[in-house]
């Protein structure tokens, strides 16, 4: 039996940039410009695929993540360090977070660089509009009961923490004021909890990550208010 057939041009991929490097550990993009840590270098990007070397992280591998302030891209890599990017003054530097902490995530939201602290219920903020400046007293602690044993990753929607547990979820808000200014919103008790860090995803006005349930179970969740929503298939989970 024979069958007609044909070879049809399709659009493929092509090299965009090469940075080099074995691994690249995390991207950001701002309006006017792309940040790659690719091993333990940070590289700033332009339109015009121009590249330059703004500073090296103490780690080469692992994935990183990145937010940014406006005027400052901050990073943390799992390190007790904070790095920082200064855009105006082009100034890349090493903070050490209080009391020798690490930290694997990040987020940012009214004025501060927010992140989790490893192995712990606790989360750390910079100071307003400035990822250099830390405070030890300018921490909050979820509820570890509650939670199961520690924090897996933070993330900023619709001006709210959402704080992710083993678990659960809390959700907290800047309330104002002197000293620490956020607090846990009263009343939400988010029964899920997140499967991996680097999941999570604020896009299309929702909030999306790969949850898990205290039976161990995971999902594909889409927060519907504060109601996680179940969105993968059933073949998939």
């Not at 009961?145 to 709210?160: F, G, K, R, Y």
Request: hydrophobic share 40%.
């Amino acid at each position: 039996t024979k069958y007609a057939s044909a070879l049809l041009a399709t659009p493929g991929k092509s090299v965009y940039l090469d940075l080099g490097g074995s691994s690249v550990r995390a991207l950001y993009a701002t309006l006017n410009f792309l940040y790659a840590v690719v091993d333990s270098t940070f590289y700033q990007i332009d339109a015009s695929l121009n590249v330059k070397n703004q500073g090296t992280l103490n780690t080469n591998t692992g994935l990183c993540q990145m937010t940014s302030n406006f005027t400052q891209i901050g990073i943390v890599d799992g390190t007790n360090n904070l790095y920082s990017y200064d855009i105006p003054s082009d100034v890349f530097a090493a903070t050490a977070i209080p009391d020798n902490e690490t930290a694997r995530t990040i987020t940012f939201q009214d004025a501060y660089g927010i992140f989790t602290l490893d192995n712990s219920t606790s989360f750390q903020i910079t100071g307003a509009s400035d990822f250099t400046a830390m405070d030890i007293l300018d921490r909050g602690s979820v509820s570890s009961s509650a939670l199961i044993n520690e924090l897996v990753t933070v993330a900023s929607h619709n001006l709210e923490l959402w704080l992710f547990g083993t678990t659960r979820t809390e959700i907290w808000r800047n309330v104002g004021g002197t000293g620490f200014t956020y607090a846990r919103a009263a009343g939400i008790y988010i029964e899920m909890g997140c499967a991996a860090r680097d999941s999570v995803e604020v896009m299309d006005n929702s909030i999306y990550w790969l949850a898990r349930d205290e039976k161990g179970t995971s999902y594909v969740c889409m927060g519907d208010g504060y109601r996680p929503v179940v969105v993968s298939t059933e073949a998939l989970q």
